[in-house]
């Protein structure tokens, strides 16, 4: 007998503060698969916390009614030319649910909310270290001529 077929039916939406159940696990599963840590135990707040972001955006993808992926990103001005643009900061699919072209119809339904936000271009900046990540990006779109740093906000008392 032959496993059944694997589902291709998905549906890319933006998620709302009504997802946070369903977006807590898969954010554990992210920080998991980013990590290479221990699984982190779902947590219900800080889905709700992104989800409420007063400047990210999440949009989901669902695969048979399940959530799968998501992508969070954020809508920015551009200095330089006077437009907008789109910077997707995090891209994620379970991994029993990838090869099924889950993660770029979420990067295609950015480019099309791109398209009626008249952004100039959506910028992607992919974990070093990662060379899958890497080459499906390059499958995507050119590699920007831009490094990226990052500079370190000390935590503490504010005095």
Sequence with gaps: ???????????????????AQELAPLLSAYVQDMKR????????????????????EILGARLDGVLVGFAVFCDLPDAISGM????LEDLFVRHE?????IARALVEALAHKGRSRDWLSLRWMVPQGSSMRTTFAETLGTKARLESFIVRIERGAAG
């Design 1 to 19: 007998m032959q496993p059944p077929p694997l589902s291709t039916r998905f549906d890319t939406a933006a998620l709302t503060i009504d997802d």
């Design 37 to 56: 840590g221990a699984p982190r135990h779902p947590d219900l707040y800080y889905a709700e916390t992104l989800l409420r972001d007063r400047t990210a």
């Design 84 to 87: 907008r643009v789109g910077q």
């Design 97 to 101: 649910s990838r090869g099924r072209g």
